[in-house]
T-cell receptor, first 112, second 115 residues
Framework: QKEVEQNSGPLSVPEGAIASLNCTYS??????FFWYRQYSGKSPELIMS????GDKEDGRFTAQLNKASQYVSLLIRDSQPSDSATYLC????????????FGAGTRLAVHP | SAVISQKPSRDICQRGTSLTIQCQVD?????MFWYRQQPGQSLTLIAT?????????ESGFVIDKFPISRPNLTFSTLTVSNMSPEDSSIYLC????????????FGSGTRLTVV
C-alpha cells in the first residue's frame, strides 16, 4: 500500500512566525508532490506543487522536496490567522495512474 | 486551471435510496477522479473515470455501490446507491490541470447525510 504520512497536529504557531509542515511518502518512484489547503467545510485548494529536489518558493510559501529521504515539507513564512486550516500533502501515484494519494492532513492554528 | 461545477452541494437522504452527484468541467479532460472525505478524515479515492471506458475502482469500492458515468470529456456522475448512514461523507470530483500545470483541481464537494 502506497502511503503518505503527516502529523495530524494541531500545529499552533503565533502570528508572524514560520509554520513548518512535514510529509513522508513510501513510493520511491513518485515524481509529483502537492500541498493543498482545506478550510473547514470547503474543498481542497492547491497551494504548491513540486517535482524536483530542492526548494520552490511562491510568495510566503516554500515547498521542499528530498526524494532520497522521501520527504516533502511546506514552510509558511509570516503566518497569519487566515492561514489556519488543514494542510494536505498529496503524492501522485507511480505506474501511470495519475491519481493522487493524500495524507491525513495537518491542522494548523495561527494565533494572534 | 479547470473550473468544476459540482452539484448538489448538499443533501439529506433516506437510507436505502440513491443519490447522483454531477460534475461539469469547463474544459475537456481525460481523467476525472472521485474522492470521499469522511468526517474529520482525509481524502480517499473512490475511482478514476475515463471517457468511453469503465471506471477503475480502488480497493474497497465497487461499481454496484458507486456506479460512475463518463459520457463525454467534460462531464461525469457518481451515484451512491442503497445508502446507509455510513455513506455520510463529502464527495468530491477532481481533474488534473491543463498541460504545463499539473495541479489537480477539486469541485466544491457534495455533503451527503444519510438518515
Amino acid at each position: 500500500q502506497k502511503e503518505v504520512e503527516q502529523n495530524s497536529g494541531p500545529l499552533s504557531v503565533p502570528e508572524g512566525a514560520i509554520a513548518s509542515l512535514n510529509c513522508t511518502y513510501s513510493d520511491r518512484v513518485s515524481q509529483s508532490f502537492f500541498w493543498y489547503r482545506q478550510y473547514s467545510g470547503k474543498s481542497p485548494e492547491l497551494i504548491m506543487s513540486i517535482y524536483s529536489n530542492g526548494d520552490k518558493e511562491d510568495g510566503r510559501f516554500t515547498a521542499q522536496l528530498n526524494k532520497a529521504s522521501q520527504y516533502v515539507s511546506l514552510l509558511i513564512r509570516d503566518s497569519q490567522p487566515s492561514d489556519s486550516a488543514t494542510y494536505l500533502c498529496a503524492v501522485k501515484a507511480s505506474g501511470g495512474y495519475n491519481k493522487l494519494i493524500f495524507g491525513a492532513g495537518t491542522r494548523l492554528a495561527v494565533h494572534p | 486551471s479547470a473550473v468544476i461545477s459540482q452539484k448538489p452541494s448538499r443533501d439529506i437522504c433516506q437510507r436505502g435510496t440513491s443519490l447522483t452527484i454531477q460534475c461539469q468541467v469547463d474544459s475537456q479532460v481525460t481523467m476525472m477522479f472521485w474522492y470521499r472525505q469522511q468526517p474529520g478524515q482525509s481524502l480517499t479515492l473512490i475511482a478514476t473515470a475515463n471517457q468511453g471506458s469503465e471506471a477503475t475502482y480502488e480497493s474497497g469500492f465497487v461499481i454496484d455501490k458507486f456506479p460512475i458515468s463518463r459520457p463525454n470529456l467534460t462531464f461525469s456522475t457518481l451515484t451512491v446507491s442503497n445508502m446507509s448512514p455510513e455513506d455520510s461523507s463529502i464527495y468530491l470530483c477532481s481533474v488534473q490541470g491543463d498541460r504545463g500545470n499539473y495541479g489537480y483541481t477539486f469541485g466544491s464537494g457534495t455533503r451527503l447525510t444519510v438518515v
